[in-house]
């Protein structure tokens, strides 16, 4: 960033007080890189754009059966989509017309969706587009989860393979979470930010700077409905938890909202570990590596947690397939080291 005496009309922003918007706030971090193109820029403003859209859409879905939208036949008898269809149309749609992106891995699509006219472009983008969508009858906290890579090689046409990206390569990761309010939470490998949208200027605006999740936490997230397929060692960890020791400050409490985004957003906040481990239904867990783990693994790491898929380093898995599963333990660094040594105990 220039300082004052090169450009005296330009406050050190540290000083300054007062609201930071997303753009504001990606502008000055794109300053700090001399080669910045603009390019995270376009990506970001094209994702902020369509999570305002789907935020909308979100905020009134309870009016569906009046309003005859998401799944059901508005008041012309036209068939509406579900609310996850729309809003992956949303983000191709605007991620397409960024110029920036050359591919788009998406839950909701079987295959890589190839960008027309991108295959020049240098940035692949994997979303979960609503994840938790099945909570939205219930008003439960939802949301979008991405993450941003770019192309490793640009002299030939981009191939699947070339999305099959370890989570470590990822050049950005973030999710926008749908609940009380609305809010960006993300990092490009320099810490976590997070950002609440005021909807009287529908800007999101600098709310969480330098997020760190507790070394250590009171709260466990899991499922325990399937507690009856929990390999042995979850079982233990989860008996432990369960255990009275004032002195480590057990029993801790249990929450599970069944909602990823959500259950993730209060343990960083908070302190906490989540974890979807094997079961009988999902033998490689439920969450899928590319646009789900890796990307909560990635902004947890930059927060000073820690993200294990029970072997390993859920940012090492090599990926096999673009919707691959792996287990996740996930959150407080001190707890998810001991979820993992009794997992090998
Ligand atoms: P279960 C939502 O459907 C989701 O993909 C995640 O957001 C959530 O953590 C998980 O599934 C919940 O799965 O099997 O506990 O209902």
């Known amino acids: 960033m220039q300082n004052n005496s090169e450009n005296p009309g330009r406050e050190n922003k540290k000083t300054m007080k007062g609201l930071v918007t997303l753009e504001q706030f990606i502008a ?32 009134k879905a309870g009016l569906a059966d009046i309003l005859g939208d998401f799944g059901s036949t508005n008041v012309q008898g036209e068939e509406q989509k579900k609310l996850d269809v729309i809003a992956d149309e949303t983000f191709i749609n605007h991620l397409s017309r960024c110029g920036e992106v050359c591919a788009i891995i998406s839950e909701e699509q079987d295959e890589a969706y190839w960008v027309p006219g991108g295959e020049n472009n240098e940035y692949i983008v994997s979303i979960d587009p609503l994840d938790g969508s099945s909570n939205i ?30 989570g470590i390569y990822q050049l950005a990761a973030g999710y926008f979470i749908y609940g009380s309010s609305t809010m960006l939470v993300y990092t490009t490998g320099n810490g976590v930010n997070g ?3 005021d909807d ?5 605006c600098l709310s969480h700077g330098n997020l760190r999740i507790p070394e250590n936490g009171k709260i466990f997230s899991i499922n325990e409905g399937n507690s009856a397929d929990f390999p042995g060692g979850v079982s233990r960890y989860i008996s432990w938890c369960k255990e009275k020791d004032k002195e480590t400050n057990r029993p801790y409490g249990a929450r599970y909202i069944g909602s990823l985004i959500a259950d993730f957003h209060r343990n960083l906040l908070k302190g906490g570990i989540f974890i979807y481990p094997p079961t009988a ?55 998810v080291e001991m979820a993992v040594a009794m997992l090998q105990g």
């Open 137 to 166: 009858d219930v008003n439960a906290s939802i949301g979008t989860i991405f993450s941003i890579y770019r192309r490793k090689d640009m002299s030939r046409r981009a191939e699947t393979a070339d999305c099959l990206q370890q």
């Open 28 to 59: 000055d971090q794109q300053a700090l890189h001399a080669g910045a193109t603009g390019a995270f820029s376009r990506i970001f403003r094209a994702l902020e754009l369509g999570a305002k859209m789907v935020n909308r859409d979100v905020r």
């Open 195 to 197: 950002f609440t949208l």
């Open 281 to 335: 239904k999902t033998p490689n867990g439920k969450l899928r590596l590319m646009y789900e783990c890796n990307t909560m693994a990635f902004i947890v790491e930059q927060a000073g947690g820690m993200a294990s898929t029970g072997t390993q380093r859920v940012m090492e898995v090599i990926p096999s397939e673009l919707h691959q599963r792996v287990p996740l333990f996930i959150g407080s660094k001190k707890m």
């Open 200 to 204: 009287s200027l529908q800007e999101f």
